[in-house]
């Protein structure tokens, strides 16, 4: 099964219409890291991430990980080795914090987009993560929390994304 982003304000999958929010300028085929778009194509996706110090492990077929505060997902365009991948923070490194401060990553599934053998500067740190506003994101696809955790009970790890 596929999830689908028919438009920048609706995600489908199955016979559910969910509610979201996707990049400030709008969907691209041509992402660069920065440019706060989303990338258009389709897509794998990865583990659940949480922080089970504000949340219970929720309901899913997807393997969850629990969020440390010392992971970070790296940005940094400087950094092929490491450009696009989970890593532990380190002074010279540019990376997105995942143990935030507000509640946006307190659930979250990466999109595998610039994935396997990932290319700087083509984007990095594309996930499905919550929002309560429905403000824009910086490319990434942002659910309420309730829409979250329904899409999680339903997804398994062979479903995929196609950003429309």
Same mark, same amino acid.
């Given at each position: 099964?596929?999830?689908?982003?028919?438009?920048?304000? +609706?995600?489908? #999958?199955?016979?559910?219409? #969910?509610?979201?929010?996707?990049? /400030?300028?709008?969907?691209?085929?041509?992402?660069?890291?920065?440019?706060?778009?989303?990338? !258009?194509?389709?897509?794998?996706?990865?583990?659940?991430?949480?922080?089970?110090?504000?949340?219970?492990?929720? /309901?899913?077929?997807?393997?969850?990980?629990?969020? !440390?505060?010392?992971?970070?997902?790296?940005?940094?365009?400087?950094?092929?080795?490491?450009?696009?991948?989970?890593?532990?923070?380190?002074?010279? +490194?540019?990376?997105?914090?995942?143990?935030?401060?507000?509640?946006?990553?307190?659930?979250?599934?990466?999109?595998?987009?610039?994935?396997?053998?990932?290319?700087?500067?083509?984007?990095?740190?594309?996930?499905?993560?919550?929002?309560?506003?429905?403000?824009?994101?910086?490319?990434?696809?942002? /659910?309420?929390?309730?829409? #979250?955790?329904?899409?999680?009970? /339903?997804?398994?790890?062979?479903? !995929?994304?196609?950003?429309?």
């Amino acid at each position: 099964m596929t999830i689908i982003l028919k438009n920048k304000h +609706t995600l489908l #999958f199955k016979e559910f219409c #969910f509610k979201c929010c996707v990049g /400030l300028e709008g969907i691209t085929a041509k992402k660069i890291e920065g440019d706060k778009k989303t990338p !258009k194509g389709l897509f794998q996706l990865g583990n659940l991430y949480y922080r089970n110090d504000r949340n219970p492990k929720p /309901l899913t077929r997807l393997k969850c990980i629990i969020i !440390k505060k010392n992971m970070f997902w790296c940005d940094d365009v400087k950094n092929k080795k490491k450009y696009n991948k989970l890593i532990k923070k380190n002074k010279n +490194t540019s990376a997105e914090r995942l143990f935030r401060y507000d509640y946006k990553y307190d659930y979250f599934i990466p999109i595998k987009y610039n994935w396997n053998k990932p290319k700087v500067p083509l984007g990095s740190a594309i996930f499905i993560h919550l929002t309560k506003n429905y403000k824009p994101t910086a490319g990434c696809i942002g /659910l309420s929390e309730k829409d #979250f955790l329904i899409l999680a009970k /339903l997804i398994t790890k062979k479903t !995929k994304i196609k950003i429309i």
